[in-house]
């Protein structure tokens, strides 16, 4: 069965563009766009969606309505997943979406919709419960956070090195490259870090993504 996708985006030429990309996607099936929050919870609730993709501003505000959206999803039709775009690098609006759960939520830059194969694999990832968020997010909240002392010091020096590299977006294989260690190696240490963090029976999208939040807000 194919993902049933609705867009809530203002920008008529976005909206349009994102709409021909969900059309000619595999596995996935346009229902409807809507220009503000109003009319996208009015179409959420008749055509009852698997997945939302909108902007994190449009009206009548402009200010964080697809947050809102997302938290309403949450508590009305938790099975319904969100994905939220964005035109520039809003950590803020990162840590919000994901602060209720992470299960079925997504944070992406507006760059990325271009890339056909990527937003279809978000949407994909997102609809089955997962989560995604924009490498480049995350990389502006490890460049703008200091490294003073936290709760994390229970980690070593390599466990610490690894979850940073975790905070970058990259997977094991990408982790192992950069510090030249095997693959083998990386996950051994990232089943030591969520163990050490509580995390150890959390499903593995959801314990690294998790982990990485508790890396970046303990160096705010």
Do not use: C, W
Request: avoid cysteine; charge should be negative; proline fraction near 5%.
């Amino acid at each position: 069965m194919p993902v049933r996708v609705a867009i809530a985006e203002d920008d008529v030429l976005l909206r349009a563009g994102l709409s021909q990309l969900i059309t000619i996607a595999d596995g996935l099936e346009m229902v409807g766009a809507a220009a503000d929050l109003p009319s996208i919870v009015e179409l959420v609730e008749a055509e009852r969606p698997d997945l939302v993709i909108t902007d994190v501003r449009m009206p009548p505000t402009s200010t964080d309505e697809g947050i809102q959206l997302a938290t309403r999803l949450r508590r009305d039709h938790p099975a319904i997943g969100v994905i939220v775009l964005s035109q520039y690098h809003e950590p803020a609006y990162a840590l919000a979406l994901l602060g209720d759960g992470v299960e079925g939520r997504g944070y992406l830059l507006k760059e990325r919709v271009a890339h056909v194969r990527e937003l279809t694999e978000a949407v994909h990832r997102v609809a089955d419960g997962g989560s995604v968020i924009d490498p480049a997010v995350v990389a502006t909240l490890v460049r703008t956070h200091g490294a003073t002392r936290t709760a994390l010091d229970v980690l070593s020096p390599r466990e610490t090195e690894v979850l940073a590299e975790m905070a970058q977006g990259k997977n094991n294989l990408a982790i192992a490259r950069t510090l030249h260690l095997t693959e083998r190696a990386v996950e051994k240490h990232a089943n030591q870090i969520f163990g050490k963090l509580g995390l150890a029976t959390e499903p593995d999208i959801n314990r690294r993504v998790r982990a990485v939040l508790m890396f970046l807000d303990h160096r705010k």
